[in-house]
């Protein structure tokens, strides 16, 4: 995202277009990320319920992975998670695994 | 050419500055007036109130549980997009200053009325500057009177100033208080119409009632944001400068009493000078009458916007003066010196100006200043040329 000068935008803070909190990628902020083991899922949802940033993908009413994109690695799904399916793992650690996969 | 019939005409009255204040706010008629009283401010908002139950105005008056309290309210019926004020004094300004910053940070226009007050401890509820120079730095205008018709006449001036678009600031202005907040003097009132129509009606650009145009106020802002909005405050103080004597210009053209943001007094020939806040500039005055019967080049600089300082101004009036007295009503505790002062002398320095300059700190928790205390400043400046006189003196301290 390009951060934009002080002469181009509202005076006082002021949010003027509602829903840009989208443009926000709070996924930047991420130093533990959320990894699912989909064996021990059972598509209950509750970390849904719970995620502040609206992370947690749904498709036809069943969990669908989780969207790095805002994914802010707070941690409150797998503590929520009835079914201990969400481990937290390290954001540089799992980066590295990204990294690895696409050389593959 | 303008003549002085062609100005409207006030009706003549003797009011005490908090009658006067309170007088403009009702010709105002803001939307929301949210106060608590306290001393030397209460009759502005006992008189006020009085307006609000006799049906003279349509304002909501909120009658808050403290200062915090008036000021938040303040910033919501603003935020609301309406005209928004208050009035205070000495600790319930000191109880606002979290507030203060919320209201000019987010730009909100609110405008209030200071009734100048000591700050405590040892309780004292009688006049210095400790209460508004102690959110000089909150983002707020500053307009400093001389006499109770100023009081009245900014009380007008700063619904005009802080709307201004070029500004959008809050705006404070002040009165000594007792000493003009207690006294009575004969000014003129403006009929209601003519202030009705100088201030106009206010249109705010966002609104948290426009249903239609969603609007976020007051929203997270780190460290990727936070400093561009700080410049942005800057911004707007910096216009200001130009805006406080604009609408000073067309309140004059209206009345016949020309504001700007410093009034010099017999300083264009003068040597000699002092510069001032607030009602102390009455006494300089006389005694510079005084002197001048005795062929002394002796002036004064009465500064009537602090925040924003108008540092090209103040230079202008004073570059090539032989010697400087600048007379602070507040303290600073540890500093080298005291606000007017530090301010005056960078203002100088900054334009190359190196004149003798002394600070005197006078009328602290409302000591009297009089006439032969402030010749004798005239006095020490004559033996102050060339030097920046160190240590600060304290004018009627008791050794
Ligand atoms: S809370 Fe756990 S079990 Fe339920 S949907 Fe989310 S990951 Fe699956
Ligand atoms: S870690 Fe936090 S932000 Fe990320 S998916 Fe879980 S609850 Fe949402």
Redesign the interface.
Known sequence: MT????RE????????D?GNSKEYETGSWRIKRPVVDMDRCSHCLICWVYCPDSAILVEDTRFAGIDLVYCKGCGICASECPRKAITMVDEAQARKGDHDDHQD | MTTRTEYVKGTPVALDGDRAVAEAMRQVNPDVVAAYPITPQTEIVQRFSEFVANGEVDTEFIAVESEHAAMSACIGASAAGGRAQTATAGAGLALMWEVTWVAA????PIVMHVVNRSLSAPLNILCDHSDSMGVRDAGWIQLYAETIQEAYDDAIQAVRIAEHPDV?LPTMHTLDGFVLGHSLERIEVLPDEVVRGFIGTYNPR?SLLDVD???????N?YH??FF??R??QI??MERALDVIPQIGEEFGALTGRRYGLVEGYQLDDADFAIVALGSINGTVKVVVDELRRQDRKVGLLKVRSFRPFPADKVAQALGGKRAIAVLDRSFSFGAQAHPLFLEVLTALYTHGFTPGMANYVFGLGGRDTLPWQIRQVYDDLAELEGVVSAPVRYLTVRE
Do not use: C, N, S
């Open positions: 951060l934009k000068g002080w935008i509202p005076i006082g803070g002021l949010i003027i509602a | 940070g987010t730009r909100l959008m966002y145009h969603p609007v976020t106020f007051g929203p802002d990727d944001y561009e909005h410049r942005q911004e707007g």
